[in-house]
Nanobody, 125 residues
């Protein structure tokens, strides 16, 4: 079993920044694959960014490129999503996900086996 616990998030005005962290624990071995997804009210869940153990194999959704940065701290086994220049459309529940096998499509939710409970991000105009 793998446990994911998100922290960070909160409320910020447009143009502001926030950081999300996802602490990973449990049976993790070798190279693993992590991602951040988000879901806004009334919308489908979408992949935002993904990374592999050690910070390699990074992918971003078009909406995140240039504004979001994903990284993996191997020592703490924590995935971090740094978000800048936030806009109201970024308002969503952000959830961390984990895959033990390399995803063919890193930003697609069915590729991931374990999920955190999520952290709310609210951006006001």
């Amino acid at each position: 079993q793998v446990q994911l616990v998100e922290s960070g998030g909160g409320s910020v005005q447009a143009g502001g920044s926030l950081n999300l962290s996802c602490e990973i624990s449990g049976h993790t071995f070798g190279r693993n694959y992590m991602a951040w997804f988000r879901q806004a009210p009334g919308k489908d869940r979408e992949g935002v960014a993904s990374v592999a153990t050690g910070g390699v194999g990074i992918n971003y959704a078009g909406s995140a490129k240039g504004r979001f940065t994903i990284s993996h701290d191997s020592a703490k086994n924590t995935v971090i999503l740094r978000m800048i220049s936030l806009i109201p459309d970024d308002t969503a529940m952000y959830t961390c996900a984990f895959a033990s096998l390399r995803p063919m499509r890193p930003l697609v939710e069915y590729e991931y086996e374990y999920w955190g409970k999520g952290s709310q991000v609210t951006v006001s105009s």
